[in-house]
């Protein structure tokens, strides 16, 4: 029995504790001079929006307070132009039932860029997704007159038309500009297209000045009356004045106070980081092995090949090398002039630097006879695509300007459908039995009787390697402290309660088998990837799920198919079932669009039995780093499918080398939704096939080959 090797931590969701606590604190400086952070947890000012945008890639987490009003933003720069956020913000007070719990998402669009006589200017959708607390439009224009000093001037719809608003210049256009529609519609979280610009506008504007490279100092003039809040008695607005400070504590570390409204004092904390960037520089990973040269005419000389244990011996070699490398030897098939070898990689999330490292071994274990190296990623027991190189491209390349380019350029890269034939497997190799016991920590957030709630206790994890390709594997979890069971809040759902019910799970589930499988993975075919997994599939839902991928090697489509027979598990997470069952499974297009973003739709049945498609679009970035946002819509209405109206959220992927700053397979996933409703609910199955399939291939290939030479 050894300890698990590398892999993903999918029911471990640390971003907002450990991530935003550790990984948002970069060694490098993430917030250049010209920008801050508002109390929307946006670029702006205060209280109000600006026109610049955030570092591409920047990842920031707000927390604000005032006027018993906390909000906790989360934003992401998704492009150089476009970034998103979701807001959770709490009023206290609100009702008198108390506080009002209300989660809000944003974006904004950069449509022009500053020059030496004209501002930059963008357009802005803030809780265009919600109940509307704090729908609002905006066109905003800001201007650096100074290296320290820019001023910002816009225009305001919604709440931010709400102060000395006029009527609305839109409608000249349209008479339906200058009225607003009130409330909301059904249940929330719909996009309300239909107010967006309209009713009232309004002025809004400010000043910011960097006066040390550390602070800033801001004031604005507010076009948001606060008119929900002050009728409810929670502040008075004594004026539309506010004045406030920016303090670089630490890099990626901000702190903020205010005076707002002319009555308020406010705090913010900002956390900051991107993706692009360490976050702790350097790193400890051990250099790679310098390439062997060979000595001129060394190889043309084949005795070797009549050395009955030499091809034995060099396997043993080749393989305890990859071993000290963090990798491990599967198969191999030697020649006088040729080798096809099989590596597993659990330690480099840069495929190409598993590659190259390989390449260097087998320059200094091989005889000079052997010229091509084919290079050939296993996991799961398949092979995933064949790298070739030519040895004397490795000896040429090493120490040249343009080396990665080059090595790229000259590698062919193909499908290995049939690489195994005729390679023999590293002896010991299966079975192979691995585990590991840890901690875990499981959040969920949202709650309103308890919006952050986390269990805690001790998991053991284990796989089972029977043959290549078959795999046994399993969860168990001992919760020792937490209160996800401690929800009283009773399903309303008029639909199968396939995840609503969670809660009754996390109560009953003390000792949890999380999930107990037995997989087969296959190549069925040129281009075609296959898996079929049977078992307790995840905490809710067992059975069995056939999968079918075709991705070619350097294709940027994929196409799949997925087809489930599950039955629904007991409360408890033992080994029995409920009565509720059927057949879900969707056909799923992969689209890789360039420059690290991602587009998948999932169309099919969904677990509550109804039909729709799920859209996700994802940033994947060469470290592992992968922050994306998914909906879905389904037959289901937006009232049967209750507050929210539709499935939606965010999900992120981090690398743990991004936080250590050594290699590192593992990574950290977790999702956010704003609410965990039945609609338009997929099964939790590990091990599908297109993360596994992608990293392989190219283009993603390609995007990282920097790395080889690593």
Do not use: C
């Amino acid at each position: 029995m050894r300890e698990i090797r590398g892999g993903q931590i999918y029911r471990t969701p640390l971003l907002f504790a450990v991530g935003l606590g550790l990984g948002l604190t970069p060694a490098q400086s993430q917030t250049p001079a010209g920008y801050s952070y508002s109390t929307y947890g946006t670029p702006g000012l205060i209280d109000m929006p600006t026109a610049q945008s955030a570092e591409d890639a920047e990842l920031s987490a707000t927390v604000s307070h005032f006027a018993g009003t906390t909000r906790t933003t989360l934003s992401f720069q998704f492009t150089p132009r476009l970034s998103g956020s979701f807001r959770y913000s709490k009023i206290e007070n609100f009702t008198r039932a108390g506080a009002l719990f209300d989660r809000s998402f944003d974006l904004r669009y950069r449509f022009l860029d500053e020059t030496r006589y004209r501002p930059a200017v963008a357009v802005g959708l803030q809780d265009f997704i919600g109940t509307g607390i704090y729908s609002g439009e905006y066109i905003v224009a800001t201007k650096t007159l100074t290296p320290r000093l820019t001023v910002t001037g816009g225009l305001g719809w919604g709440r931010l038309g709400s102060y000395n608003g006029f009527t609305n210049p839109l409608g000249v256009l349209d008479d339906r500009f200058e009225t607003r529609p009130g409330g909301f519609t059904g249940t929330g979280g719909q996009i309300e297209s239909a107010k967006w610009f309209r009713g009232d506008a309004a002025l809004f504007g400010g000043v910011a000045w960097q006066a040390t490279d550390k602070l800033t100092l801001k004031a604005e003039y507010s076009s948001d009356a606060y008119d929900i809040e002050t009728s409810r008695g929670l502040f008075e607005r004594e004026s539309a004045l506010n004045f406030g400070l920016d303090y670089k504590l630490r890099e990626g570390l901000h702190m903020q106070a205010y005076y707002l409204y002319g009555s308020e004092l406010g705090v913010a904390f900002n956390l900051i980081t991107n993706p692009r960037k360490p976050a702790i520089n350097g790193g400890s990973g051990a250099a790679p092995l310098p390439v062997k040269r060979r000595a001129p005419g060394s190889a043309r000389d084949l005795g070797w090949t009549e050395e009955t244990r030499r091809s034995g011996n060099l396997r043993g070699q080749v393989g305890d090398l990859l071993a000290a490398d963090g990798m491990a030897l599967e198969a191999m098939n030697l020649s006088a002039r040729s080798v096809t070898i099989h590596i597993r990689n659990d330690r480099y999330l840069a495929r190409p630097e598993a590659i190259g490292r390989t390449a260097r071994i087998l320059t200094r274990t091989l005889p000079a006879s052997v010229e091509t190296f084919v290079i050939v990623p296993v996991e799961n027991g398949i092979p995933l695509s064949a790298t070739t190189l030519k040895r004397r491209d490795m000896e040429d390349l090493e120490f040249a300007p343009d080396g990665p380019w080059l090595s790229y350029a000259r590698a062919g890269i193909t499908d290995a459908a049939d690489s195994l034939d005729g390679s023999t497997y590293s002896s010991g190799l299966y079975p192979d039995f691995t585990w590991s016991v840890g901690p875990y920590v499981s959040t969920s957030y949202f709650d309103p009787d308890e919006p952050v709630r986390v269990d805690a206790g001790l998991q053991l994890k284990a796989r089972y390697d029977i043959a290549p390709g078959w795999i046994v594997s399993g969860t168990l979890q001992q919760r020792l402290a937490g209160n996800k069971g401690d929800a009283t809040r009773e399903s309303d759902s008029v639909l199968p309660r396939v995840r609503s019910e969670g809660f009754i799970y996390d109560r009953e589930g003390e000792t949890a088998l999380k999930d107990l499988t037995i997989a087969h993975y296959f190549r069925p075919g040129e281009d075609l990837y296959g898996r079929v997994t049977a078992g307790y599939l995840e905490s809710m839902f067992g059975g069995v799920s056939a999968e079918l991928l075709w991705k070619p090697v350097g294709s940027r489509l994929a196409l799949g198919g997925e087809l489930n027979y599950v039955k629904q598990r007991d409360f408890d997470q033992a080994f029995g079932f409920r009565d509720y069952s059927l057949a879900t499974g969707h056909l799923s297009a992969y689209y890789d669009m360039g420059n690290g973003y991602y587009g998948q739709i999932d169309a099919g049945r969904y677990l509550a039995g109804d039909w729709g498609a799920t859209l996700t679009l994802d940033r994947t970035f060469a470290n592992g780093w992968r922050i994306g946002a998914y909906a879905t819509f389904t037959d289901v209405s937006f009232d049967d499918f209750g507050e929210g109206s539709f499935d939606k959220g965010l999900r992120f992927t981090v690398p743990l080398n991004h936080l250590l700053g050594r290699p590192s397979g593992q990574t950290y996933k977790t999702v956010i939704q704003p609410l965990s409703r039945d609609g338009g609910a997929r099964l939790n199955v590990e091990g599908r096939l297109y993360d596994i399939v992608r990293s392989y291939h190219d283009p993603e290939l390609k995007d990282s080959w920097g790395r080889f030479w690593r």
